[in-house]
């Protein structure tokens, strides 16, 4: 079983919305092409690891999702 990567302190702060909109600012950008390879490479990065940490919420809301559906069957 592998083990969730080691977020960066700003990162694992962020809220699902604020992770998502920095992610989508991050992949216009790439997009654009117009800078430098050593910050096309940084920014790819944090794009990688905003978009696990989109990931972890998505997780944990399913997670919440699911523990609400058993209760109430239960």
Do not use: F, H
């Not at 430098?36 to 940490?53: M, P, Q, Y």
């Amino acid at each position: 079983m592998a083990t969730a990567p080691e977020l960066p302190a700003d990162i694992q702060a962020l809220s699902y919305e604020q992770a998502r909109d920095e992610l989508v600012q991050v992949v216009s950008t790439l997009e654009q092409g117009n800078i430098a390879l050593d910050e096309s490479i940084a920014l790819w990065e944090r794009g990688e690891a905003l978009a696990v940490r989109c990931e972890q919420w998505l997780s944990d809301a399913r997670a919440r999702l699911e523990k609400a559906r058993q209760a109430s069957d239960d």
